[in-house]
DNA sequence: CGTGTGACCGGCG
DNA sequence: ACGCCGGCCACAC
């Protein structure tokens, strides 16, 4: 017997509503946030619909170094505020600083007053 | 076409 | 408070 059951889902698209993949919509949202602001994974992913898998999210984040222009992948932190991914700039100390160059207020590889400068697609780009 | 993986999140023991 | 585990979607091989 398998392990799980494995739902089958409708993996063929019979028309493209959006024109942008899942990456791009990720790094428009991304390129949005202000200076010396940040966001969550799961405020990312549940602007865009997915909140239950914030993991999309930062998997696009992986591709976002291929992006063009740059993403400001400094900006996007797990919920706890912590530089999760500064693992996967060029150095694991860039993201670090460029968030201090945006006015970000980083400690120990975590943003300080992460909820005072919190920025959510979900509302912001709502309005 | 099947399998694995990923910079997460939330719930439960 | 801490640690573990399941889930969810998209993409690469």
């Known amino acids: 017997m398998p392990t799980k059951k494995i739902l089958k889902k409708n993996?063929?698209?019979?028309?493209?509503?959006?024109?942008?993949?899942?990456?791009?919509?990720?790094?428009?949202?991304v390129r949005q946030i202000p200076k010396g602001k940040a966001t969550s994974y799961g405020a990312i992913a549940n602007y865009l619909?997915?909140?239950l898998s914030a993991r999309m999210v930062g998997w696009?984040?992986?591709?976002?170094?291929?992006?063009?222009?740059?993403?400001p992948?400094?900006?996007?932190?797990?919920?706890n505020g912590m530089l999760?991914?500064?693992?996967?700039?060029?150095?694991p100390t860039k993201m670090e600083e460029l968030l201090k160059k945006d006015g970000v207020v980083v400690k120990k590889d975590k943003i300080v007053n992460f909820k005072e400068i919190?920025?959510?697609?979900?509302?912001?780009?709502s309005l």
């Open 11 to 29: 993996i063929i698209k019979k028309e493209a509503p959006k024109k942008f993949s899942f990456f791009d919509d990720v790094y428009d949202v």
């Open 49 to 51: 619909g997915t909140k």
């Open 60 to 71: 696009a984040m992986n591709a976002a170094h291929n992006a063009k222009p740059k993403v």
């Open 73 to 79: 992948a400094q900006r996007v932190v797990n919920r």
């Open 84 to 91: 999760t991914g500064k693992h996967h700039f060029s150095t």
């Open 118 to 125: 919190f920025w959510d697609p979900a509302i912001e780009l």
